[in-house]
Each structure stands twice: as C-alpha cells, then as structure tokens.
C-alpha cells in the first residue's frame, strides 16, 4: 500500500457502524495499528462516550443519528453526512460495520466513487422471524389456549414472512454486488451467503470469531488457581452465592431477555444458593430492567447496568448461559472462554461457531428453554466437569479466535484489495 499515496499523500481509511462505544470495544486495537502505521483513519457512529475515546486515541471521530432504527429522518441525515465526508476526505477505503449502515453506506460510498468497499454482516435477517407480536396475553385474557396462541402467531409471522424474506434478500444481493469485500462471521451464514448468491464467491471471506478476543484484557495467570471468589468479592456479589451464572449482552425480547427471566426463576427452584450476574451490554429494555431489578432486590440477581467489559466480570462466573436469538452478537462467549468459562445455552450459528458441543460447552435447540435450564443445572451440579469444560474453552479460543489473528487477517484483505482497486483504478 507504499507505492501510491492516494489523494493529498494521505492514506484515509473510514469506517461507518451504528454504535461508538461497540467500536471501541471491539475495534480500538485495529485502528490504533492502523494508526501507528501511518493511516489517517475517520470513524463515523452512533452518539456516545466511544467518540471521545476514539479521538484521545488519534482516531478522527465524528457521531451521526444511526442509533435508533425508528428515527427515518436521522438515518436520512446521517446519510447527508456521510456522503458529505466521503466527497470531502475521499477515503481509499470504507468499512461498514452492521446492518444499520450497510446499504445507507453502501450507496453514498458508491455515490463518492469510493475505491474499495468493505462490509461485515454478522448475521441476516433472513432466518430468523420477521414479526414477533405478542399475542400471549391477549389471548389468556379471552381464555385461549396456549398453543392456538402460539399458531396464531406463527401464521402471521408466515404470512409476512415471505414477502420479508424475498425483499431482504434482494437487499443482500444487492449490498454485495456494491462491496469489494462481504465479510461474514460464522460458517452458517458464509454457507447461506453463498447458497442463495448473496455475493460472488470471490468476495465472500468469513472471519470466525467476529472482531476476535483480545487475550491481553481476558487473561489468566500461568500458574496458580482460578481465583473466582476473589472476583466476586471484588464485585461486591452476595457471600451466599455459592455458584453464578452470567449473561452478557442485549437484555430485550428480541435477544432472549424472556428466556432469561424464566431460566432464573427455574432455576431457583432446585438451585437456590445460585445467583446470576447480569450484563447488559447494548440495548437494555426498561420492562425489562424492571423485571430485573425485582430479583436484584430479593437476592437473586446483580445487574450492572454501566460494566461493558473486564476480565473480573468473566472471572467471577461458573458459566455463560446463552439464551440469545440469531442476532445477538456472540463476542461474550469467546471473551468467557478466555476466562475458562464454558457457555451453556442455545444453539445460534453465533454460539455454533464458538461452542464445540460437550467439550468447551453444551448447546440445545434453539427456544428449548427447559432444556437450557436442565443443562445448566446438570453442569452446575457437577463442578470439576464445569472446571475442565472451562479448560478446553480457554485451549480453544487461544488458539482460534484472538483478535491479533482476526486482525492481521482483515489487514491483510485490506492490503490485497486496496492494491488490486487503485491498480484497477490506474489502467482506466
């Protein structure tokens, strides 16, 4: 990337992703080597302290309104800004971090004839159901079974379903026709990606992992033992909890947080010494943080409500459980797991990719709630199992899914096609 300054003899790289704080905490190491390397890098996201951090760190930070998904008239804003910046610094390259800024990005990006374009899709809202209305307590009011409930819903969300999905994946394809790169992190949706031509094959690469563990943070001694009582009296956890569970991540309907609510209260009932650490790291739902904050006051449950990371939050856990829907991001398992704390929870194609069943964590069928609570009791029950499930966890995303290794790969893409765009770009 030596040969050819670019415009101005600088080398501006941009990326655009719907949240600051997400991009610190999983793209701050990769920046800051691309900063030390000698690029100009401009990050455009989502209000929140993140901005601030990225610009102490030398990263060219700026917030637009692509936070909220209901708010129209941000998203169109945001795209005015976008395009406006992209004409301005014209950036050699563009990375496109999620949904929410894939195809606004996409099509400014193209409209400033940017050189290289680069997106990563960490799932697709094309397997999962697009209508979730909840038909539950309308009809037990009325007196209706359950299960004609349940079908109801599920001819709704059919008949929407399908026009949905047609639509979305128009939407897909058309997103990889205007990228250089499409980005996926799971075999699932590399193999979905690639059966229903989403993009060329040679545009597909899949990074397992996501943006990877960073193993300096999610460390344990060399030697000596897992000191997990140390942590929990750091945290200042309830002495009578003899055993915890974890969930880190989105506490919402949509990521689970009722599958939550339930395994806690099952979980009561044979287990009662054990407590539960909660996490909400993104979107956390104010029913549901009601709800929560009812099992913190009787003992049950302690919510962090502003802890986005750190070792002690893992170190302090017997297990993660994962109750999660397909689109919830999946970094909390890999970062447990470097903490030797094994997952236990619903089989996504997130926890797939960094779960190997019954040797770094168990996974059942996805909305088997009872199923998830038996397993989690089976393993809690049985503590030098959990302790070696833990083991293999921490050999595994070692060896697999460090950020060092998902950020030299990505580099490395970065340094392969930006050389065959400006080459391309040399012979017109």
Same mark, same amino acid.
């Given at each position: 990337?030596?040969?050819?300054?670019?415009?101005?003899?600088?080398?501006?790289?941009?990326?655009?992703?719907?949240?600051?704080?997400?991009?610190?905490?999983?793209?701050?190491?990769?920046?800051?080597?691309?900063?030390?390397?000698?690029?100009?890098?401009?990050?455009?996201?989502?209000?929140? #302290?993140?901005?601030?951090?990225?610009?102490?760190?030398?990263?060219?930070?700026?917030?637009?309104?692509? *936070?909220?998904?209901?708010?129209? #008239?941000?998203?169109?804003?945001?795209?005015?800004?976008?395009?406006?910046?992209?004409?301005?610094?014209?950036?050699?390259?563009?990375?496109?971090?999620?949904?929410?800024?894939?195809?606004?990005?996409?099509?400014?990006?193209?409209?400033?004839?940017?050189?290289?374009?680069?997106?990563?899709?960490?799932?697709?809202?094309?397997?999962?159901?697009?209508?979730?209305?909840?038909?539950?307590?309308?009809?037990?009011?009325?007196?209706?079974?359950?299960?004609?409930?349940?079908?109801?819903?599920?001819?709704?969300?059919?008949?929407?379903?399908?026009?949905?999905?047609?639509?979305?994946?128009?939407?897909?394809?058309?997103?990889?026709?205007?990228?250089?790169?499409?980005?996926?992190?799971?075999?699932?949706?590399?193999?979905?990606?690639?059966?229903?031509?989403?993009?060329?094959?040679?545009?597909?690469?899949?990074?397992?992992?996501?943006?990877?563990?960073?193993?300096?943070?999610?460390?344990?001694?060399?030697?000596?033992?897992?000191?997990?009582?140390?942590?929990?009296?750091?945290?200042?956890?309830?002495?009578?909890?003899?055993?915890?569970?974890?969930?880190?991540?989105?506490?919402?309907?949509?990521?689970?947080?009722?599958?939550?609510?339930?395994?806690?209260?099952?979980?009561?009932?044979?287990?009662?010494?054990?407590?539960?650490?909660?996490?909400?790291?993104?979107?956390?739902?104010?029913?549901?943080?009601?709800?929560?904050?009812?099992?913190?006051?009787?003992?049950?449950?302690?919510?962090?409500?502003?802890?986005?990371?750190?070792?002690?939050?893992?170190? #302090?856990?017997?297990?993660?459980?994962?109750?999660?829907?397909?689109?919830?991001? *999946?970094?909390?398992?890999?970062?447990?797991?470097?903490?030797?704390?094994?997952?236990?929870?619903?089989?996504?194609?997130?926890?797939?990719?960094?779960?190997?069943?019954?040797?770094?964590? *168990?996974?059942?069928?996805?909305? %088997?709630?009872?199923?998830?609570?038996?397993?989690?009791?089976?393993?809690? %029950?049985?503590?030098?199992?959990?302790?070696?499930?833990?083991?293999?966890?921490?050999?595994?995303?070692?060896?697999?899914?460090?950020?060092?290794?998902?950020?030299?790969?990505?580099?490395?893409?970065?340094?392969?096609?930006?050389?065959?765009?400006?080459?391309?770009?040399?012979?017109?």
């Amino acid at each position: 990337m030596q040969d050819d300054p670019g415009r101005d003899d600088v080398w501006r790289l941009m990326y655009v992703a719907r949240d600051a704080d997400e991009v610190v905490r999983r793209y701050l190491q990769r920046l800051r080597r691309l900063r030390d390397e000698g690029f100009e890098v401009h990050v455009l996201a989502g209000p929140g #302290a993140g901005i601030e951090e990225l610009n102490r760190n030398g990263i060219h930070a700026r917030s637009i309104p692509v *936070h909220h998904v209901h708010n129209p #008239a941000g998203l169109l804003g945001a795209y005015f800004i976008v395009q406006a910046q992209l004409l301005e610094l014209r950036p050699v390259l563009v990375h496109l971090l999620g949904h929410r800024v894939a195809w606004m990005g996409a099509f400014a990006a193209r409209q400033a004839e940017v050189p290289t374009l680069f997106a990563t899709m960490e799932f697709h809202w094309l397997d999962e159901e697009p209508v979730r209305i909840p038909l539950g307590p309308l009809g037990w009011a009325t007196g209706q079974m359950p299960g004609m409930v349940r079908r109801a819903e599920e001819t709704v969300n059919e008949t929407v379903g399908g026009p949905y999905r047609r639509l979305m994946r128009q939407a897909y394809r058309w997103l990889g026709d205007q990228v250089d790169r499409y980005l996926v992190t799971t075999e699932f949706d590399f193999q979905l990606a690639q059966d229903l031509e989403l993009a060329d094959n040679d545009k597909l690469e899949i990074i397992i992992g996501g943006s990877g563990v960073d193993l300096d943070e999610y460390s344990l001694p060399e030697q000596g033992r897992i000191d997990r009582q140390g942590a929990r009296q750091r945290l200042e956890l309830p002495r009578h909890w003899r055993q915890v569970v974890g969930w880190v991540g989105p506490v919402t309907r949509r990521h689970g947080a009722d599958e939550l609510i339930a395994a806690i209260s099952k979980l009561r009932l044979t287990h009662p010494s054990v407590g539960w650490l909660i996490i909400p790291r993104g979107e956390l739902a104010a029913g549901q943080a009601r709800r929560l904050r009812r099992l913190q006051d009787r003992g049950r449950v302690r919510l962090l409500e502003q802890a986005e990371s750190g070792a002690d939050l893992f170190l #302090a856990m017997d297990v993660l459980a994962w109750l999660g829907r397909a689109s919830t991001p *999946h970094d909390a398992i890999g970062e447990a797991a470097a903490m030797a704390v094994p997952t236990v929870g619903y089989d996504t194609p997130g926890a797939r990719s960094m779960v190997e069943q019954a040797q770094t964590g *168990h996974l059942v069928f996805e909305g %088997d709630r009872q199923g998830a609570v038996s397993t989690l009791a089976k393993v809690l %029950d049985d503590p030098r199992y959990l302790q070696e499930l833990g083991r293999r966890a921490r050999a595994r995303v070692s060896l697999r899914f460090s950020r060092q290794a998902v950020d030299d790969q990505v580099l490395r893409l970065y340094d392969q096609v930006v050389q065959q765009s400006l080459q391309s770009s040399k012979s017109k």
